[in-house]
């Protein structure tokens, strides 16, 4: 395809401005699939993509629209996997700015806009749901301006629910965004947009080509990685998959080359000939590092093998997670898993819960400490509280900060400024654009990793939006605190604290396990402690009688009955000592009130 002829171009919006929904309409408008085989937003394909409406892995379509190929890119919608958009990004040279006419810009929207223009895109605003009643797309014209700073006078108004204005977005795309630059008789040097594990073509590598060709046959090399491959395929998806004799300059689509493992196509790698390769890799290849971390564990034991199958075919699909074996003194044998982000920890999870059927224990989740031992003896990076060094061989510990933005309504200002100060946030900036506070907050990512974002919802009913990049390590005052069940440590509680804020947490922690765990015959003393050092303790009471034989004495079905639901739901318990804690305590104590 001659280069003037093609358009390369992303959808950047906020979650649940309408993303897909329009996607979609520009897949049927252009006449890429049947209304009748358009299944409610195709370019989410995952179950659970769908049902939290949550783009996870950026895709692809080639549509097709008066004499122009335009390349449609989805991205993540996510700060967890900020990475995979920057990449998807730099293969466009424009954007879509879709903003909801009744909810307006967003701080999400705000950080992703600023990555397009860094790439130099061509935005296109886009005002969607102007059916809403309670649309108002003058003042989300001037909020654009305002906010964003880009001019706003020729957005587009549309629907994609109802189908307004989808013609003049595909009209704007041609006529506005600049088409890729790019010489066909150069080495090939192409960009490595995302890859996805298929169970009929194995991997897949979405592309954009710089400069050359890609051709099936060819011998390909991959710069960062080092490794050759041979190309068996390659096409474009239209959403249907199409296969292409070759891909030339500015365009996108896939190939496939007989690679078994997502981890061996790193996104943002520059492929290449292997006979005539390019002589300079393509600029901004960063291999992404899980930051939060957490113990995975079967509740039943004996599923540990179901476990490590499920978790070996998750990460087939998904190189940004890691994991490797673990055993816990009370948890017995699991993972230790590293995710991009809370978010990507939660689908991971959810993944195995459902997708595998597994009953899970997650501990506690972890940023990754850096600590400097004593006498010199070197540097660890800990993953895992448990692995803690005991105190007097720790020199230093920094642990990660984040500078997050936060736009919230006036009115739950004062509420979100405290949530961010008990969290030991350093305040940076406070502005107001259009009634909403925008306060930039320096914060510790172990402050945030538990529930902050759940608590900045419901503080603000869920008006409060919130993006964060990470800004590097700093020394802090650190420990560990562990937790004691019976004078029993349960390690899978045990976490790092700052020593400020150690006192609060703990306490909050032995309370909740106080209405957590269910009464036995004993007294159950609850602690939580730093070193020998007891900073909070609760009690739970004896039981006085025999619960069955008092209720139910007379009556041998009902006893049964309920013995029976006993045990069942001792299959969900564990064992510390001779204390039983169900799976679900473990879950809300992790929660912080
Ligand atoms: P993520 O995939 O989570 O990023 O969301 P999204 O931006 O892709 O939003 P999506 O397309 O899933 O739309 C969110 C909701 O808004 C859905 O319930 C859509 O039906 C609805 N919606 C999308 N466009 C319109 C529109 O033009 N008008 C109205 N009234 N509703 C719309």
């Excluded at 909020?143 to 629910?161: P, Q, Y």
């Excluded at 900073?535 to 009556?555: L, P």
């Excluded at 204390?579 to 992790?590: D, M, R, T």
Aim: with cysteine; net charge negative.
């Amino acid at each position: 395809t001659p280069l003037d002829k093609i358009r390369n171009f992303s959808i950047i919006a906020h979650i649940d401005h309408g993303k897909s929904t329009l996607a979609d309409r520009l897949i049927q408008t252009t006449g890429g699939l049947a209304a009748r085989e358009m299944s409610a937003q195709v370019l989410d394909n995952m179950e659970i993509e769908k049902e939290r409406g949550i783009t996870i892995k950026a895709q692809t379509v080639r549509l097709e629209w008066k004499g122009h190929i335009l390349n449609l890119m989805d991205t993540p919608g996510h700060v967890d996997f900020a990475y995979e958009v920057s990449r998807s990004l730099a293969a466009c040279e424009g954007a879509l700015l879709v903003v909801d006419a009744a909810q307006g810009v967003e701080a999400q929207t705000l950080a992703n806009v600023y990555q397009s223009i860094e790439h130099d895109h061509e935005i296109i605003p886009v005002i969607n749901k102007i059916d809403l009643p309670s649309a108002e797309p003058e003042k989300v014209r001037h909020e654009i301006e305002e906010i964003i700073g880009i001019d706003a006078s020729n957005a587009v108004l549309s629907s994609a629910k109802s189908g307004i204005g989808i013609e003049e977005i595909l009209d704007a795309v041609v006529e506005r965004i600049p088409a890729p630059k790019g010489d066909k008789d150069a080495p090939l040097k192409a960009m490595l947009v995302d890859s996805w594990y298929d169970p009929y073509l194995g991997v897949v590598i979405l592309v954009r080509v710089i400069d050359g060709m890609i051709r099936k046959g060819q011998q390909i090399k991959f710069m960062a990685a080092g490794t050759t491959h041979l190309i068996d395929r390659v096409g474009a998806f239209r959403p249907k998959i199409e296969q292409l004799p070759d891909l030339g300059p500015g365009e996108i689509g896939f190939i496939t080359a007989q690679i078994k493992e997502v981890a061996q196509a790193r996104v943002g790698d520059t492929l290449t000939d292997a006979k005539r390769p390019t002589p300079e890799p393509l600029p901004g290849f960063k291999e992404v590092q899980p930051v939060v971390f957490c113990g995975l564990f079967p509740v039943d034991a004996a599923d540990f093998e179901k476990l490590r199958e499920s978790i070996s075919k998750l990460r087939l699909n998904d190189a940004s997670f890691s994991f490797e074996m673990e055993t816990s003194a009370a948890l017995g044998f699991g993972f230790r898993c590293g995710f991009l982000g809370l978010l990507h920890l939660e689908i991971i999870q959810e993944r195995l819960m459902r997708e595998y059927d597994l009953d899970l224990i997650t501990t506690a989740p972890s940023v990754v400490y850096q600590i400097e031992l004593t006498h010199g003896a070197g540097h660890i990076d800990l993953h895992n509280p448990a692995d803690m060094p005991e105190p007097n061989r720790i020199e230093s510990i920094a642990e990660p900060w984040i500078q997050a933005v936060i736009y919230v309504p006036d009115e739950y200002l004062g509420s979100i400024l405290k949530l961010c100060q008990d969290r030991r946030g350093i305040q940076k900036n406070l502005t107001y654009v259009g009634g909403r506070a925008q306060a930039t907050y320096e914060l510790p990512l172990n402050e945030v990793v538990f529930d902050f974002y759940d608590r900045l919802k419901s503080l603000s009913k869920g008006y409060a939006s919130f993006d964060y990049e990470q800004i590097g390590y700093r020394e802090g005052d650190l420990v560990k605190m562990g937790i004691l069940v019976n004078e029993e440590p349960v390690d899978a509680l045990s976490m790092i604290v700052h020593r400020g804020t150690a006192e609060v947490r703990g306490r909050g922690m032995v309370e909740r396990l106080k209405e957590l765990i269910p009464r036995h015959m004993f007294k159950i003393p609850i602690q939580a402690a730093i070193g020998g050092k007891v900073i909070a303790r609760e009690t739970i009471s004896a039981m006085r009688k025999d619960v069955t034989a008092k209720c139910y004495g007379g009556d041998a079905t009902r006893k049964r009955k309920l013995l029976d639901k006993q045990k069942k739901g001792k299959a969900k318990m564990r064992e510390y000592g001779s204390v039983s804690i169900p799976q679900e305590a473990f879950i809300a104590a992790l929660r912080m009130g």
